[in-house]
């Protein structure tokens, strides 16, 4: 499996409102255009059944769009084939 993706080294980010503390990430912060990269970079290593969520996010970073699809996770790819071009 490709190692997760990096925009940011954090393992000791503060929690916050949008980054709750242990990986209590939702859906909705995946999926939401407002959610900082860093947490979307956090979700995407921390919570693998968010990544559908975040290929849907029109506000994900294309580095990480790319590392999703290079998983050859059929969700996720279905979800970023969807993805205006």
């Given at each position: 499996m490709p190692s997760s993706p990096n925009i940011h080294s954090a393992p000791n980010v503060p929690s916050t409102p949008a980054m709750p503390a242990q990986g209590g990430f939702t859906?909705?912060?995946a999926a939401d255009p407002s959610t900082p990269a860093e947490v979307l970079?956090?979700?995407?290593?921390?919570?693998?059944?968010?990544?559908?969520?975040?290929a849907?996010?029109?506000?994900?970073?294309?580095?990480?769009?790319t590392?999703?699809?290079?998983?050859?996770d059929p969700a996720v790819n279905a979800e970023l084939?969807?993805?205006p071009r």
């Open positions: 859906e909705a912060m970079n956090r979700i995407a290593a921390d919570a693998p059944h968010l990544r559908p969520a975040l849907r996010n029109p506000a994900t970073y294309d580095d990480l769009l590392w999703l699809g290079s998983l050859g084939a969807r993805r």
